[in-house]
């Protein structure tokens, strides 16, 4: 089975620019979950999306925004991007089982915004 | 709220030298403790899920265990390969999904 595929793999932009990023879970996962990756302060949650609808969201202000569409894809958007947006983004991909649910991550994008 | 905290933040190792990483954790009822390892530029690979005190699971050299209020993960015999970053992340019980993570320990095989 394919693992979870993010693109683009690395971005650059501009302060007030707006950039999308792309995920692709495991073929039959529904639940899709973004964080961010810093040097200082780790990994954060953004938001959790299943069966196109939020049902989840993290402490980010209003510029981060994300949605899923019917084949499980789901993309993330930053509206006009700050230096400190600078991270790695990470997307997961959930599986249920008996004994509860595992979270499988993407390779990520890399942003950097000048 | 919701508390992960690793220690130590980096540990050298000789090749074959085992030890133990550390996770410290503060949740209002845990669903499940989570590690993973990280490479440099990649995504955090999946290594364990542990759900009550006393559990343990092992894969290779790595074994992890859980009381309730840390989590170790113990290396035995590392090889240079084990290099990475090891994460720690809990789940609570609100029924929330989300993973909260720890910052991580950085370790590093000396061959």
């Not at chain 2, 030298?17 to 009822?29: D, I, K, M, P």
């Not at chain 2, 015999?77 to 950085?106: H, I, M, W």
Request: aromatic share 10%.
């Amino acid at each position: 089975k394919a693992g979870v595929t993010q693109t683009p793999r690395y971005l650059i932009k501009t302060r007030g620019q707006q950039v999308t990023l792309s995920c692709s879970p495991i073929s039959g996962h529904r639940s899709v979950s973004w964080y961010q990756q810093t040097p200082g302060q780790g990994l954060q949650f953004l938001f959790e999306y299943f069966s196109e609808t939020q049902r989840n969201k993290g402490n980010f202000p209003g510029r981060f925004s994300g949605r899923q569409f019917s084949n499980s894809r789901s993309e993330m958007n930053v509206s006009t991007l700050e230096l400190g947006d600078s991270a790695l983004y990470l997307c997961a991909s959930t599986v249920r089982g008996a004994g509860g649910q595992t979270q499988y991550f993407g390779p990520g994008t890399r942003l950097l915004v000048l | 709220e919701d508390q992960v905290t690793q220690s130590p933040e980096a540990l050298r190792l000789q090749e074959g030298e085992s030890s133990s990483l550390n996770c410290s954790y503060t949740v209002s009822g845990l669903r499940g403790l989570f590690w993973y390892r990280q490479d440099p530029g990649k995504g955090p690979e999946f290594l364990f899920t542990l759900y009550s005190a006393g559990e343990e699971k092992e894969k290779e050299r790595l074994k992890a265990t859980l009381t309730k209020k840390e989590s170790f993960l113990h290396i035995t015999a590392p090889k240079p390969e084990d290099s990475a970053t090891y994460l720690c992340a809990v789940q609570a019980e609100t029924g929330a999904n989300n993973l909260f993570f720890g910052t991580g320990t950085r370790l590093t095989v000396i061959p």
